[in-house]
């Protein structure tokens, strides 16, 4: 074990881990850079992983299981000196697809959630005994140390979705899961799964939602199933600014979940510490680096400029002629957006919202255009002039609003440290703000670990970098309701 790591216990589990665990999400393996980043962060003391048989089609679990096994095999790390957490309820990819054949004989999984095309939920023992033995397949491990159901609260949102009464949807999940558990303490019993839990992003709910999950009630149907049960984790979001985890007072006696898990000594895993939601609009937890400070003005000249050369683009009488069999009004549906950028360019909530619609919406468009102009043989130089005219105005309307928002990002993470600095000066200043939104959750009392992702090796760094100071300090309710006013107050500035 890495000295200047301070491990902590996982609830009576007798297993230590790192205040930080390696989250695998996104993790590859067929991504060579994923492959250092996860060495890095073994060798270096950083001793949970956490993943799932969904993440990116089982290569997450894949390249684990590789990595894991390499560094066993050449006598670098002992298998008992790491806790692997995985999960299991998700049918997408080569699960989606094994059901539809299951389907197509008339053997399909029980209990299915028929969520939407291409995605799929089940937490029935049929399906975790597969789901439980391709995990060990692809890590190549006799046991998986953690195995947690995998957002169970898919059955609530189906329910929701076709109006099924809350009370009676409720009842029904919480027999689902209590089959689910009795199942998993069957294989602990073989020796497939040591211990079990829920990872749920419906744990911090009001518990008047329809989707809330109540700890107490799981605790309870573990509790019925034995004293001795082996549920001993759960997983659930936490960050700077949804803070619902610690200051939502969801269950009896006036608790948070992570006060009564704590209570009840079970060890809180916390996922998306960076990753914040605000009316479905993303904000990064994280050094965007400083932009520029471009005027509106200069923005809004840049897109008029753009909307004029696409104007002027489809005015072109003998444009259509050009690009063989494509229309003009096929072409201007798939490649049009400048209105949009005109109308919502102002509306993103910083740099990492812009730049998930850049990605998703205007790139793909912009790129379909340059495609379909470049592989056009003898375009008349007119129709070349403008179109590169319009796609350079197009790159730089973006390269501004990208500018624009890294610089806004810049300004407000300044303010956020500045503002939790005053509160508690162990956060400090001359750390990265991913670095001090991380140290404010695993300093959080009752909180095991928190997972982040860690797809390359400065990420890995700026953990350790993090974890080699000496927590001398930990966080209650009274100051988590001082940082969540003030950080909402900024951000809703």
Not at 127 to 138: K, M, N, T, V
Not at 232 to 247: D, S
Not at 318 to 327: A, P, Q, Y
């Amino acid at each position: 074990m890495n000295t200047d790591i301070e491990y902590r216990p996982l609830s009576n589990t007798g297993y230590y881990i790192s205040p930080v665990g390696f989250g695998s999400y996104r993790i590859d393996a067929r991504t060579q850079k994923h492959r250092v980043a996860l060495e890095k962060a073994l060798l270096s003391g950083i001793n949970l992983i956490d993943t799932s048989a969904n993440y990116t089609d089982g290569n997450s679990e894949l390249l684990i299981g590789s990595v894991v096994n390499d560094l066993i095999d050449s006598n670098q790390l002992k298998r008992e000196s790491i806790v692997i957490v995985t999960k299991g309820g998700y049918l997408q990819g080569e699960n989606y697809f094994i059901s539809q054949i299951k389907k197509n004989n008339g053997n399909p999984f029980p209990e299915l959630v028929e969520y939407t095309d291409g995605l799929e939920h089940c937490i029935h023992p049929e399906f975790l005994e597969d789901q439980i033995s391709r995990s060990l397949e692809r890590l190549n491990l006799n046991f998986i140390d953690i195995y947690l159901l995998h957002n169970p609260e898919y059955y609530l949102n189906h329910s929701k979705n076709v109006n099924l009464d809350r009370q009676i949807a409720q009842q029904e999940y919480y027999r689902r899961i209590e089959q689910a558990f009795r199942f998993l303490e069957s294989e602990v019993t073989k020796g497939r799964i040591k211990y079990y839990g829920i990872s749920s992003n419906s744990f911090p709910d009001d518990s008047n939602q329809y989707m809330f999950t109540s700890l107490e009630r799981i605790i309870n149907i573990a509790k019925n199933i034995s004293i001795n049960n082996h549920f001993k984790v759960i997983q659930l979001p936490m960050n700077l600014i949804e803070t619902g985890a610690i200051l939502n007072n969801n269950q009896s006696g006036n608790l948070s979940v992570i006060e009564l898990a704590y209570k009840s000594n079970i060890a809180i895993l916390i996922n998306r510490p960076l990753n914040s939601y605000i009316n479905n609009k993303l904000i990064r937890l994280a050094e965007p680096g400083p932009g520029k400070n471009h005027s509106e003005n200069d923005i809004l000249k840049s897109i008029e400029i753009l909307l004029n050369r696409e104007k002027k683009l489809f005015e072109i009488n003998h444009f259509k002629t050009s690009l063989n069999d494509l229309t003009i009004a096929e072409l201007a549906e798939k490649i049009s957006f400048s209105d949009q950028l005109m109308f919502n360019w102002k509306n993103f909530a910083g740099y990492e919202h812009w730049k998930n619609a850049l990605l998703q919406y205007f790139s793909p468009r912009l790129g379909y255009f340059k495609t379909v102009i470049y592989e056009t043989e003898n375009l008349p130089d007119e129709i070349l002039c403008i179109t590169n005219d319009f796609i350079a105005s197009a790159e730089e309307s973006i390269k501004l609003i990208s500018e624009y928002y890294k610089y806004k990002d810049f300004i407000r993470v300044t303010e956020i440290k500045d503002a939790l600095f005053k509160i508690n000066n162990n956060m400090a200043k001359n750390k990265t703000l991913s670095q001090i939104a991380l140290r404010a959750i695993y300093a959080t009392t009752g909180i095991t670990s928190v997972l982040t992702g860690m797809r390359n090796e400065s990420y890995v760094e700026d953990i350790l970098d993090e974890l080699k100071d000496t927590l001398t300090f930990e966080l209650n309710k009274d100051t988590w309701n001082e940082i969540d006013h003030i950080l909402k107050t900024l951000i809703n500035e």
